[in-house]
């Protein structure tokens, strides 16, 4: 079966410093790979994605995401935080031979602090 | 830029009534989905639908639940005799293929009262 982790429920960061959101997986097959973010009242808000290729991609709003296969890790990272990115993130899994749904993580609270 | 829609925005119902959850998925889209979310908690899976048919659902969708795309547009969730703790976000997403991307709409917020 597949699952995901988000080890931490809060993380602070400064404005201006970079930010690291973790997220480990765990699946049967090949991971399809996903952050979304959710903004109060909200729905989910694409992010970024690894299929396959090269281990770092980059996204939205100047966020990147780097795959581990040895790790089973996808840490979302962003080199400046802004306020404004302040929000639930979620990662999320997929198995390449599995089913269609994605199985979300349960969330990571991002505070960026001015 | 094209969104999925939901409507309506808030719902509020009696426990044992029938409500209709309605989402218009991005056009060219092919692979529809509802996903839940009671507050403060994980978006969890209930149902994914593709040429005009269930693909794949999880626990949660019962025999309470059913989806329906009625015409070109529509995708619709039927939850028949509501509980209390069906009291929760409703999100309805959809992709162009597979593996993509899923975009989702703003959600639907159920109260069952």
């Known amino acids: 079966a597949q699952s995901v982790a988000q080890p931490e429920d809060q993380v602070n960061v400064a404005e201006g410093n970079p930010l690291t959101v973790k997220c480990t997986y765990s699946?049967?097959?090949?991971?399809?790979l996903f952050w979304y973010v959710q903004y109060p009242n909200r729905g989910l808000q694409f992010l970024l994605k690894?299929?396959?290729?090269?281990?770092l991609v980059k996204g939205s709003y100047g966020f990147e995401a780097e795959f581990n296969k040895s790790q089973t890790s996808f840490h979302l990272k962003k080199p400046s935080a802004l306020v404004s990115d302040s929000a639930l993130y979620f990662c999320?899994?997929?198995?390449?031979?599995?089913?269609?749904?994605?199985?979300f993580g349960p969330g990571t609270r991002l505070s960026v602090l001015p | 830029e094209p969104e999925v829609t939901q409507t309506p925005s808030h719902q509020v119902t009696q426990m044992g009534q029938e409500v209709i959850l309605r989402c218009v998925p991005i056009?060219?889209?092919?692979?529809f989905y509802w996903y839940r979310q009671i507050l403060g908690q994980k978006v969890e899976f209930l149902v994914s639908?593709?040429?005009?048919?269930?693909?794949?659902k999880s626990e949660i969708f019962d025999d309470q639940f059913s989806v329906e795309r009625p015409d070109g547009s529509n995708f619709t969730l039927k939850i028949r005799s509501t509980k209390l703790e069906d009291s929760a976000m409703y999100f309805c997403?959809?992709?162009?293929?597979?593996?993509?991307?899923?975009?989702f709409g703003p959600g639907t917020r159920l109260t069952v009262l």
């Open positions: 056009s060219n889209h092919l692979y």
């Open positions: 699946v049967s097959g090949n991971p399809y």
């Open positions: 999320a899994v997929r198995a390449d031979n599995y089913g269609q749904n994605f199985v």
């Open positions: 690894y299929i396959t290729g090269d281990n």
């Open positions: 997403a959809s992709s162009e293929a597979l593996y993509n991307e899923q975009f």
């Open positions: 639908f593709y040429n005009n048919e269930i693909s794949e």
